[in-house]
């Protein structure tokens, strides 16, 4: 995992006088799955994608192990960031196995290596190789395309995974299925996780501290979900 830290973040989108995201501090620590839970609208995504640069902060400043990601080359920031989004972003013109091997090809891999790592990442999130390699998304179920945008973002095997309510789209049984996974996951390999959800019992469930945010981001409790559901 990597250390996040978030200092004084805020995003005004143009046209729009409230910010969608206020002066939002937060200290997010390695190996952590931190949990954005609030309401629709209250900034959440923003906040995400400002992490990942696929949009600029209007002011402050967000950190990934003491480096300022707006410094970093975007190759080496794919490398350290992972990300997966509702609906599974694949591309459908692409099979599973090249919608998975997108990063790791765009940072440097081997063929042989990345040939190996589409196998390994399938095993991963529970699907076959030889049955899914070759398919299109569209040839897949909802829950199948959300774990290979699962594996998708872990391919590179960055140490921040960054995830936009993965298993918004999926039907409960799924969708819990999906989050036992996200557990056992996590126990193998300690990414540094932002997890996004308005679903609270999700956050529950999934974090080892939650951020609970009001409108703009503000943050109204950040704890483990012990002490959230005490207080
Ligand atoms: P959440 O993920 O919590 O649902 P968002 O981050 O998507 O919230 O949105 C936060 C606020 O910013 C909302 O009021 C939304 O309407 C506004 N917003 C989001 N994207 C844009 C945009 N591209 N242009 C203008 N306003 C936006
Ligand atoms: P080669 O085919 O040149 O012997 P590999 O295919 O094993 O090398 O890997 C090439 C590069 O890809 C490695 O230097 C490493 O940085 C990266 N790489 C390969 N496999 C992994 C992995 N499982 N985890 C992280 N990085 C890997």
Redesign the pocket.
């Known amino acids: 995992g990597a250390t996040i830290r978030l200092e004084n973040l805020t995003k005004s ?4 006088p409230a910010p ?2 206020d002066n939002v501090t937060m200290d997010i620590k390695a190996g952590e799955t931190v949990i954005l839970v ?10 995400l994608k400002m992490i990942n640069r696929l949009i600029e902060p209007t002011s402050g400043r967000i950190r990934i192990n003491d480096e300022d990601v707006t410094d970093m080359d975007p190759v080496k920031l794919r490398r350290k960031i992972g990300y997966a989004i509702q609906s599974s972003g694949l591309f459908p013109h692409m099979t599973v196995a090249e919608n998975i091997a997108l990063v790791p090809k765009m940072t440097g891999w081997s063929k042989s290596g990345v040939k190996d790592r589409v196998e390994e990442m399938l095993d991963l999130v529970g699907l076959d190789p030889r049955e899914f390699h070759g398919r299109y998304p569209r040839q897949l179920s909802g829950g199948q395309q959300q774990r290979v945008g699962v594996a998708r973002a872990l391919a590179a095997d960055p140490p921040v995974l960054l995830m ?1 309510e993965p298993f918004g789209a999926v039907d409960p049984i799924t969708r819990d299925h999906l989050q036992d996974e996200l557990i056992r996951l996590q126990h193998e390999l300690h990414k540094t996780i932002v997890f ?1 959800t ?1 679903d609270f019992d999700e956050a529950i469930k999934l974090g080892d501290r939650i951020a609970v ?1 009001r409108e703009r981001s503000h943050i109204a409790q950040f704890d483990t979900p012990e002490a959230i559901l005490t207080n």
Not at 13 to 16: A, Q
Not at 38 to 47: D, H, L
């Open positions: 989108y143009p046209g729009n969608a995201v609030g309401p629709s609208g209250c900034g959440k995504s923003t906040t936009d996004v308005h945010l």
